[in-house]
């Protein structure tokens, strides 16, 4: 990443706006290009850092036209992007939202109100906790869902990581250059993630519990170790560790929406091949939608298609 | 020495500063001239300069651990560690200590434009009543590391307050380069933050009412 990083200073800002965007991760700054392209007054909400998820990876290599690129590099594009069409940025979250009206009524953090004709849900996904016996206690004493953030608290110890998806081997890979120990534990006898990931995995010093969840996180002061039980077998194993790192799967970030907007049983929310909800001008894009695929390039695309699609509201 | 700015990055904040900037921002700088005890000092000092070159308003005054008065003034406690001053010299009672890089940078971009506001802030009208409570002082510690993308939010809201209340103090840490310190408050995961040096804590970038909450519970507990 670049050492002085300044993407996330915000603009100053009006109150009155064609598209809201809500998130600025992959999907909604996509619907961000699209919407200042299409002339259309956009502002943009991000309550952390501009980039979403793909901040959380170390380097990309499946979104086209960059073999290989950060996730902080590819995030910097997108957002320099949104803003060379115009779009309007700003760190606040919103924590109100009446979606019903014609008018759309978005109430942030800050106390300050806006309203746009439409809206783009793009607030993607949390990292699902484990929900297991030590993880709340451990929180902030070795339990972590972030490696690019927290990584640097491991070096040279022994962590394990849960799960067997992309995410699970990929932060591993990236715990492997500063950890002394990386141990993946995972629920079946095979991985999920990218043959290519897999592959990288299974050649670096990474060592695999198959067949096995986790029960418990313990210790003293801090993590200590994890208590492993073997699906197959039913063992019970004590494993020395000094970090967890848990990637078992998102939580759609669809609390304050779930009341307006019909979603899935696990709060992913429905739309149309457009994007659009159940309400007329509200899209959802990205991770946050029931989507088979996960992706920069699928987030994108969705904004892309809501986009376009929206403009019926302006002709 | 190379720039450590970019050319394309120097020019957006040549324009951003000339739009936002409105007083004058002095720009207080502690180091240390013992470089082994200081890995970062002179990094944190070099960009410093950079960003006071980018508009007049802003000025760097350079000074070292060892000038004791100063550092009893401000309560410096290590090193590098920035304030900011407003046009009147005032104090915003904002602290960075280690180098304020990565996404961090954005944070001290923000904390200067807001100085030279003299501190002027956006907080909502519930958050603006609760602050008028705490009467006596208050300590906000925010550990982070440079490339944590939720950290900033957290270091701008304890930022804000600080700048808000009189009796708020709130710093920046960089984990990495204090671990005695963040061993001690057991920081694994950030962003994390330490109320008066332990009397409460949470971690994560919390919305603005539940992170002053968290704040009011140990101001009520006390």
């Not at chain 1, 990584?151 to 699970?168: E, L, M, Q």
Request: hydrophobic fraction near 40%; include cysteine; charge should be negative.
């Amino acid at each position: 990443m670049p050492l002085f990083n300044l993407s996330n200073v915000s603009k100053p800002k009006e109150t009155n706006y064609d598209v809201a965007i809500i998130g600025a991760g992959p999907g909604g700054l996509a619907s961000a290009i699209y919407a200042g392209r299409a002339g259309l007054k956009t502002i943009v909400f991000e309550k952390s850092t501009e980039g979403g998820q793909i901040l959380l990876t170390d380097m990309i290599e499946d979104y086209p036209g960059f073999v290989s690129i950060s996730g902080n590099a590819l995030a910097e594009n997108f957002l320099n992007h949104a803003k060379t069409f115009g779009a309007n940025f700003t760190n606040e979250e919103i924590i109100e939202a009446d979606l019903v009206s014609k008018i759309k009524r978005l109430k942030t953090d800050l106390g300050n109100e806006y309203t746009a004709k439409t809206v783009v849900i793009a607030t993607g996904s949390n990292p699902r906790k484990l929900g297991v016996p030590g993880e709340e206690e451990f929180m902030n004493r070795g339990v972590s869902y972030c490696a690019v953030c927290d990584g640097s608290f491991f070096k040279d110890k022994r962590v394990v990581v849960i799960g067997g998806g992309d995410s699970a081997v990929e932060e591993g890979l990236y715990m492997t250059k500063i950890a002394k120990e990386v141990t993946l534990i995972h629920r079946r006898d095979k991985l999920r993630a990218q043959k290519i990931a897999q592959e990288r995995a299974f050649k670096s010093k990474m060592k695999f519990i198959w067949d096995s969840v986790v029960t418990e996180i313990g210790g003293s002061k801090s993590v200590e170790y994890v208590m492993i039980k073997n699906l197959k077998t039913n063992e019970m194993t004590k494993y020395p560790t000094d970090g967890v790192f848990i990637y078992v799967g998102l939580i759609p970030n669809t609390q304050i929406f779930k009341d307006q907007v019909k979603t899935d049983e696990n709060g992913f929310i429905l739309t149309d091949e457009h994007m659009e909800t159940n309400l007329e001008g509200v899209y959802a894009v990205g991770d946050v939608r029931k989507t088979p695929l996960r992706q920069i390039v699928t987030a994108a695309s969705d904004g892309a298609i809501a986009v376009i699609d929206m403009t019926k509201y302006f002709d | 020495m190379a720039a450590l700015l970019s050319e394309e990055d120097r020019k957006y904040l040549v324009d951003l500063f000339e739009k936002e900037l409105k007083g004058e921002v002095k720009i207080l700088f502690f180091g240390s001239k013992r470089k082994e005890e200081c890995e970062y000092c002179d990094l944190t000092e070099q960009i410093l300069q950079e960003l006071a070159e980018t508009n007049n308003k802003i000025t760097i005054e350079t000074h070292d651990f060892d000038e004791t008065d100063l550092v009893k003034k401000y309560n410096i406690e290590m090193v590098p560690a920035i304030l900011m001053l407003d046009s009147e010299g005032n104090d915003m009672r904002i602290r960075y200590y280690g180098i304020p890089s990565g996404y961090e940078f954005s944070s001290l971009i923000e904390d200067v434009i807001a100085t030279s506001k003299k501190g002027e802030v956006d907080l909502s009208a519930s958050t603006v009543k609760k602050l008028e409570e705490i009467k006596s002082p208050l300590k906000l510690q925010v550990f982070v590391t440079p490339t944590c993308p939720y950290c900033p939010r957290a270091v701008l809201m304890a930022h804000k307050l600080a700048m808000k209340s009189p009796n708020i103090i709130g710093e920046m840490i960089e984990a990495n380069e204090f671990p005695d310190l963040s061993m001690q408050y057991n920081v694994s995961s950030v962003p994390h933050i330490i109320i008066n040096e332990g009397e409460g804590e949470f971690v994560g970038a919390l919305p603005e009412d539940a992170f002053v909450e968290q704040i009011m519970s140990v101001v009520k507990g006390v």
